[in-house]
């Protein structure tokens, strides 16, 4: 099979027009004959890198994966795809097993899924020698590591397995490893000439907030509430806050199941398996959850305890949006949770462990006290620079910004910490300038100070935020350490002497409300695939497949996804395919779902479609019967004709561009300016965006003709 085009088998295989970044890299390292080390963010795109190549190579691909729920999904989508591909671990029945070695054998089956322990098994180092193995894929590379978080003797034995069969390519792939760990994968599993393939990790579709942790519950409803029929985790530190929780969900309305390692592991497989088969859409658990989950379709992943670490974050916020289309992660942070967990880490003996313990925190406390572009942050982090000042998809990038004049309070600041001595961290200095009489101020004699007190008009969040920013101009330094406390720099002492004008700037605030994150969703106008600028979708058609999806999805006992991504029908309600061939052309519409399923969503699609054309005739009927006088017919024509060819641009239907009632209003009312344009009724601002400038370029060009005349 080899010279065969991957992309077409990407398309036939897979429903995909275009690889991700690196696959086709990848790929053609593999078909060369040659190892690869794959470093991906989860959803990334890793499983694709060797079952394609798994197609075109003779021979068996082997599967190497601890996690025993992702083999079983990943076989069963596979399968869905039409794909020859088994797997076998400790669950599997033993005759199940015995079938399986039998179509290895036969060279029926192109991708064999084990768990590591399976090397370790006399009988299967004898079924080895009976095959052709034609790739060696190891997924969770990083397990055959020390120094990864994950070590599992089992993969040690990975090595025999390389050596078995020196004709085949390795692929060890992984979303989490540092250098450290790279270099030792190479080394384990002997492929000093593996490739590497290191993907940024920058997850585009994902918008990153972080959230005072006040009134976080109301919060939370509202966020579910946003994201009703769609999937979210919700991340809590303890078993007993995700029952809490769960109930609490539960009481509101919303369809939450909690999930942690106390309980029975029945009834813990069981809410997973709910959760996979879109059941129950809310699931409130421990870190404990999500391991070993492929779903591709979760729009919210909310941390509503402070994270231990920021790998640990950065991995369960991964699990948003796995498929590419926008999704959220919410952090709700408060320094209570930052102290809670002091007290956990103070209990640890180890006192390495116990620094190394400190160190993560403080990470992940500055990730949430940032006032930078948090993407940017996390890929700094995973030693990766972002160049860009502005993400547009994190709550400071977001952020409305306003400036102030900073120059007395600035003043009032640096006075108090040097009045202070220079030795105590910002919540007293804070409370001083507050004037508060608590305990540690009375003992110090802080009261009497002449500063006592001259901020009373600023609460203490705003206080807080303006050390921050005096500590970003540098004026103010922050001491290391776990109390850290404040000085006055250099710059902080030409400051007060000089008293220039200081204006910084800060995050807006809403009416009353603290430092308050916008709440943000990133809906879909979505890019087309011809590039033609954003297209639009139909909710009313999209809602339609969602329902036939859902009935198939019962009807075989399947989750949603893997009858149809959610990218395949927002696709199939902006393009409105009617036929099979250009069904074809829909992301995820692979050979074996065309034939399974293509005539279910074709005729759905026809059924609406038609519908809507008859009430657009009817209304025209209807006008020609009744012509009001103010009505422009020729203008009218003429916009018509401009939605035409739109419409053959963008491969779209034409009224998913305007209704006809929206240009009949546009005929009568002539509107001049973009102004005008956007109070036609069905013109949003992504149309006036993409549409006023032809549209009103023609009403202009027939008002100046009717002038003349
Ligand atoms: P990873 O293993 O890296 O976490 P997956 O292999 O599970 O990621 O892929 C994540 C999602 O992306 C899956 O739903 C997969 O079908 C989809 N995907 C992979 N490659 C492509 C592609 N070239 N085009 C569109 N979707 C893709
Ligand atoms: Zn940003």
Redesign the pocket.
């Known amino acids: 099979m080899r010279g065969l085009d991957v992309s077409q088998v ?1 398309k036939t295989r897979f429903g ?1 027009d ?3 970044p690196l ?1 086709a890299d990848i790929i053609d390292n593999v078909l060369a004959g040659r190892d690869s080390l794959v470093l ?1 963010p ?7 890198c060797y079952q394609l190549p798994a197609l075109c190579l003779d021979g068996l691909t082997l599967v190497v994966s601890p996690l025993i729920a992702l083999m079983k999904d990943q076989v069963d989508a596979l399968r869905a795809n039409g794909v020859a591909a088994a797997y076998i671990n400790s669950s599997v029945p033993s005759h199940e097993t015995r079938d399986a070695y039998a179509a290895a054998r036969a060279g029926r089956l192109k991708l064999l899924y084990i768990a590591p322990e399976r090397l370790a098994v006399p009988g299967f180092a004898k079924f080895l020698h009976d095959v052709q193995v034609a790739l060696i894929a190891i997924d969770e590379a990083h397990c055959i590591s020390e120094w990864g978080h994950d070590f599992r003797p089992d993969y040690r034995n990975l090595r025999t397995l390389v050596e078995m069969f020196p004709r085949a390519p390795v692929m060890a792939l992984t ?1 989490t490893a540092t250098a450290r760990v790279r270099d030792d994968i190479v080394e384990q599993l002997m492929i000093p000439e593996a490739q590497r393939f290191i993907s940024s990790f920058n997850r585009e579709n994902l918008t990153y907030i972080v959230r005072p942790k006040r009134r976080a519950f109301d919060g939370l409803v509202e966020l579910l509430r946003k994201h009703a029929n769609e999937l979210a985790i919700v991340y809590c530190l303890s078993r007993k806050g995700v029952e809490a929780l769960a109930a609490d969900l539960s009481r509101e309305g919303i369809d939450a199941l909690p999930y942690h390692a106390g309980l029975d592991p029945t009834v813990r497989k069981d809410t997973q398996e709910r959760f996979i088969r879109d059941e129950t859409p809310v699931i409130v658990a421990t870190i404990a959850f999500g391991m070993g989950i ?1 779903k ?1 379709d979760v729009r919210l992943v909310v941390h509503y305890d402070l994270p231990k670490t920021l790998e640990g974050y950065y991995q369960e916020t991964g699990r948003a949006g ?3 289309l926008p999704s959220e992660c919410v952090l709700f942070f408060s320094a209570g949770d930052r102290a809670k967990f002091t007290r956990f880490i103070e209990e640890i003996g180890d006192w390495t462990e116990r620094e190394r313990a400190y160190r993560k925190l403080d990470q992940i406390v500055a990730y949430s006290e940032s006032r930078t572009c948090r993407r940017a942050f996390l890929l700094q982090y995973f030693g990766e620079t972002y160049d860009r000042t502005d993400c547009g998809g994190c709550d400071v990038c977001l952020a409305e910004r306003e400036t102030f004049d900073a120059t007395e309070i600035a003043q009032k600041v640096l006075s108090t910490v040097i009045r202070t001595g220079q030795q105590f961290g910002a919540a007293h200095i804070i409370q001083v300038l507050l004037g508060s009489r608590a305990g540690k101020v009375l003992a110090h004699g802080h009261h009497k100070l002449p500063v006592h007190g001259i901020a009373r008009e600023y609460d203490r969040d705003q206080l807080k935020e303006i050390v921050g920013l005096l500590e970003d101009q540098g004026l103010l330094c922050k001491s290391l350490g776990e109390y850290p406390t404040l000085s006055v720099s250099a710059a902080g002492r030409d400051f007060l002497r000089q008293r220039p004008q200081l204006t910084l700037t800060r995050i807006k605030r809403g009416d009353g409300e603290t430092v308050s994150a916008p709440s943000v969703t990133k809906s879909p106008p979505y890019e087309s695939r011809s590039g033609g600028g954003p297209v639009y979708l139909n909710r009313e058609l999209l809602d339609r497949l969602r329902d036939l999806r859902g009935a198939l999805a019962r009807s075989r006992n399947l989750p949603r996804y893997m009858i149809l ?1 959610d990218q395949a029908l927002q696709e199939m309600a902006c393009f409105f395919p009617r036929n099979r061939a250009s069904l074809a052309h829909i ?1 995820g519409v692979s050979e074996s779902k065309l034939e399974e399923f293509g005539d279910a969503f074709i005729n759905a699609i026809r059924v609406y479609a038609d519908a809507q054309d008859a009430e657009e005739q009817a209304h025209l009927a209807r006008r020609h019967s009744n012509s009001p006088l103010d009505f422009a017919p020729e203008l009218f024509e003429r916009l018509r004709e401009l939605r035409r060819g739109l419409a053959e641009s963008r491969e779209q239907p034409a009224f998913v561009i305007f209704h006809d009632r929206t240009l009949e209003e546009m005929a009568r009312v002539m509107p001049q300016d973009h102004a005008g344009f956007a109070r036609i009724s069905g013109v949003g601002p992504a149309k006036l965006e993409a549409f006023a400038e032809d549209f009103l370029r023609v009403i202009r060009e027939h008002a100046a003709s009717d002038g003349e005349r």
């Open positions: 990407l995909y275009e690889f991700r696959q991906m989860t959803g990334g795109g890793k499983s694709l979303a492929d591709p796995r498929d590419g991504g992301a």
